[in-house]
């Protein structure tokens, strides 16, 4: 045969195609596998193949997936700020089982695939075999050149990454400040890193000095956990609280491993924000004191000792150097913009916001002017904190300030028991005051803090009083000397405690002398009572029964309650019943059978006898 026509035949056979006998166009052939391509049984996927199915991974497949060890899974997590997530239907996502399992999204597990801090738990892994290996050999060259070469791994792009801004790691400062001032007042144990603690009491005394130098402090409040602060940063308002300073126990329920993890991210992103606030009011950082003729920092001294040098810095009593240059900058813009601000307000701004201004102004010069000894009873770092925030001066014995206790020029003095001696040129008050005035924005009577007398309530500033709400008499007091308006606030309850009602003196009857005839009561018996109380005595009884004779009672019951039922409806006693009652010549008689001895009063079976 020609080639040519082989060829021809093959082109002819390109164009169209041969199905089911039919040689179909190709036209007809594309249109058909359009159809089967929108058809919803050819690309219908079986279940649990998509949706929320292959959306979340469970905790053991996410460890196996990562190739690490519940510990490790479980820092990387912290770290990263992954945590898992509840769907909303567990069935679903579990192929039916209702199981009660930890679930991830699977996103966040391919995300935490990909991070480069994995190498790093693995070396370490690889670091401690080696160590236990030269240990085990007791070779001490290779067991100091290993630990020499420790791996370390950093947390600085982890925290740009989880915090792309400023304001959002400001945001986030709440955690962070109350788990390092917990980390803070623990004591050095083998549970936790010393140089964790080290770094936490480092980092919160920096950022006291920093409230101080920029009088950000707003509210506080004393309570039984501890003492709450509120101070606005960049506008935004930073609560923490702080604990009682107090010796504190050794805890075994607590999982130190999870809180360390937290502490250790913590510290590097505050790490972080202190170098910004230091810089945003001037201040050097790391912070140092002027000592005499010479600078004194944190990371040394020529004759001194490295943990003195760390309690004069972080005393809070001293104030911390200023870059040369900033520090008038800084306050005359403050103090200028409050004055422009002022001019501003009293003309087209709302009253509301120029109270708060005002209010904000005259805590910042609450104490200013003023000088505090406080002694040794007393929280030291609390006062000073608060005293120092608003403009006040203090000392104690043992702080390094150019302030003595017989200075002519201390104006308050804080006590906390009695005192056996006083100085008429200084007013002597309890820590109470210093708390009280911060929220008042203004100084209180000292009369009512004296040593000895009985205190104030001291309130919550966080709590914003309502319409309706109960209000104390002396919070309202305090609101009308802000001059608001607390028409609202007076219920009938302020009502009735200011004036007191007069009660009604009651009539004592006297008793007649001599002989007197009284009227008498009859007396009903109850017979209910009656029968409730034998009923109760039954059931102790029953009680009573040794256990082993329970069972048998149990089946006592239950056959004389059938035999009662098979009784009274049997024909024969119903026949009888009828002809006694019709007949009237009949009695019945109702006897009681033989119960065992420990329950003669348990449910009766009557069993009826004719008697002519």
């Known amino acids: ?196 603690i ?74 972080f924000v202190m170098f910004r606030l230091y810089q945003s009011v001037g201040l050097v950082y790391p912070p140092s004191i002027v000592s005499g003729e010479q600078t004194v920092t944190v990371e040394g001294g020529e004759d001194e000792d490295d943990e003195e040098i760390k309690e004069k810095i972080y005393s809070l009593a001293k104030p911390l150097l200023k870059k040369t240059g900033v520090e008038s900058f800084y306050y005359n813009f403050q103090i200028d913009n409050d004055d422009n601000m002022d ?11 120029q109270r708060k201004l005002n209010e904000k102004k005259a805590l910042k010069v609450l104490f200013s002017g003023s000088t505090f000894w406080l002694n040794r009873e007393t929280p030291k770092e609390s006062l000073a904190f608060l005293i120092r925030s608003c403009g006040g001066k203090v000392g104690w014995d ?77 919070r309202l007091e305090e609101l009308r000397a802000q001059g608001k308006d607390v028409t609202n606030y007076v219920t009938v309850d302020h009502v009735v405690s200011e004036e007191k009602k007069q009660k009604k003196p009651k009539v004592v009857k006297k008793k007649a002398e001599g002989l007197a005839v009284t009227p008498g009561q009859m007396h009903k018996v109850n017979q209910q009572r009656i029968i409730n109380l034998q009923g109760e005595a039954n059931k102790m009884r029953e009680l009573m029964i040794p256990k082993k004779q329970q069972r048998l009672y149990q089946k006592l019951k239950k056959g004389l309650k059938r035999t009662r039922t098979e009784v009274i409806h049997h024909p024969t006693f119903l026949h009888i019943t009828s002809q006694a009652l019709l007949s009237q010549r009949s009695v019945l008689v109702w006897t009681r059978p033989r119960l065992p001895q420990w329950s003669s009063n348990s449910t009766l079976l009557f069993r009826p006898s004719v008697v002519q």
Request: positive net charge; hydrophobic residues 35%.
């Open 343 to 353: 001019n501003f307000d009293a003309v087209e701004a709302e009253e509301e916001l």
């Open 1 to 196: 045969m020609d080639d040519t026509v082989l060829d021809g035949e093959r082109n002819t056979l390109g164009e169209s195609d041969r199905v089911g006998g039919l040689n179909l166009p190709h036209d007809t052939l594309q249109e058909r596998s359009e159809h089967e391509q929108y058809s919803p049984m050819v690309n219908q996927k079986r279940k649990g193949e998509q949706g929320a199915a292959v959306n979340f991974v469970s905790r053991k497949k996410a460890l196996i997936k990562l190739q690490l060890s519940l510990n490790d899974f479980r820092r990387l997590c912290i770290l990263k700020g992954v945590y898992p997530h509840e769907p909303n239907n567990r069935k679903k996502v579990q192929n039916g089982s209702s199981e009660r399992k930890i679930l991830y999204l699977l996103k966040d597990i391919k995300f935490l695939a990909q991070e480069p801090i994995i190498n790093q738990f693995r070396n370490y892994k690889v670091f401690l075999r080696k160590l236990n290996h030269a240990k085990a050999k007791r070779e001490a060259e290779k067991y100091t050149k290993i630990i020499d070469n420790k791996p370390q791994y950093q947390l600085d792009r982890i925290v740009k990454e989880r915090y792309p801004t400023f304001s959002s790691a400001i945001r986030e400062l709440d955690d962070a400040l109350c788990l390092c001032f917990v980390f803070a007042r623990f004591p050095r144990t083998k549970q936790l890193d010393t140089n964790l």
């Open 398 to 474: 043992g702080a390094p300030v150019d302030i003595k206790e017989d200075a002519d020029s201390i104006t308050y003095q804080i006590v906390d028991r009695p005192m056996k001696s006083t100085n008429i040129g200084r007013i002597y008050v309890q820590p109470q005051f210093v708390y009280d005035c911060v929220n008042a924005r203004r100084r209180l009577p000292t009369s009512l803090y004296a040593p000895g007398a009985s205190l104030p309530p001291h309130l919550s500033p966080f709590h914003a009083e309502r319409a309706g709400d109960y209000v104390p008499v002396e």
């Open 198 to 271: 080290n770094e936490c009491q480092r980092l919160t005394a920096e950022f006291m000095h920093y409230c101080i130098e920029a009088r950000a402090v707003t509210n506080t409040f004393v309570s039984i956990k501890g003492i709450y602060y509120q101070a606005e940063i960049l506008g935004e308002k930073i609560t923490w609280l702080v604990a009682h300073d107090r010796g504190l126990p050794v805890v075994k329920q607590v999982d130190w491993a999870v809180l360390s993890t937290f502490a250790e991210f913590y510290v590097a992103m505050l790490s």
